[in-house]
């Protein structure tokens, strides 16, 4: 079983949509979660942090569920630009863990 | 500006040949990273480092090898190519205390 468990997607969706992303992790000794965002054939970048009250930065919503070892993002009023690949991260020990990804493609 | 860079950002060279890839930053970070990735999948670490004259092997298992002499340099090091070693290479960093990580562009590899 892998650390971090991604669904790969691809997710397709209208401009406009909401979209949910799920990302399970089995360390439950974690401490740091976060969602980094990943164009094609370009380097990763951090998109938030995710903190166990929940946060929300304009049209992405992180939350986070450590009883479940579970986390969330959710993306509302989907934009072109959104389209992507977006990789759970948790840290493992003394290093960060990442998902496969989850890709978005977002139509019009 | 605070940044990441590496160098070269696209490679081709033949088998057999020595190389290195160059990562610098001027973030002042003590944490730097390689991670490998091929199209299409997942990040893989395959060195880190926590300052200067520390250097560790990740989690996949590579052929390359690293130095870090000074804070700002973390130089990687393929003695003889190999066609298998073709795939992107990414450094990363992360200040004291933080996880987070920073990206550089990464290096396209490609050992023909």
């Known amino acids: 079983r892998k650390e971090v468990e991604q669904d790969p997607g691809p997710f397709n969706v209208p401009e406009g949509a909401t979209v949910a992303f799920n990302c399970t992790y089995s360390?439950?000794?974690?401490?740091?979660f976060f969602w980094y965002r990943q164009d094609c054939r370009k380097e990763p970048k951090l998109l938030m942090s995710?903190?166990?009250s929940g946060n929300e930065d304009g049209r992405f919503t992180a939350q986070l569920n450590r009883a479940s070892q579970y986390i969330s993002l959710l993306i509302r009023d989907s934009k072109l630009s959104d389209s992507a690949t977006y990789l759970c991260?948790?840290?493992?020990?003394?290093?960060?863990?990442f998902g496969t990804g989850t890709r978005l493609q977002v139509f019009p | 500006e605070a940044d990441i860079y590496q160098t070269p950002r696209y490679l081709v060279i033949g088998t057999g040949k020595k190389i290195t890839l160059e990562c610098s930053q001027t973030m002042g970070h003590d944490k730097m990273y390689w991670y490998q990735q091929d199209p299409g999948m997942e990040l893989h670490l395959i060195h880190y480092?926590?300052?200067?004259?520390?250097?560790e092997k990740g989690d996949l298992s590579s052929e390359s090898t690293v130095s870090r002499i000074r804070t700002e340099h973390f130089p990687l090091t393929l003695e003889s190519a190999r066609p298998s070693h073709t795939s992107q290479y990414l450094c990363a960093t992360a200040g004291t205390g933080h996880n987070e990580q920073f990206f550089g562009p990464g290096t396209r590899l490609t050992v023909l």
């Open positions: 480092s926590y300052g200067v004259n520390s250097t």
């Open positions: 991260v948790v840290t493992g020990t003394d290093k960060l863990i």
């Open positions: 360390n439950s000794a974690s401490q740091s």
């Open positions: 995710v903190y166990s």
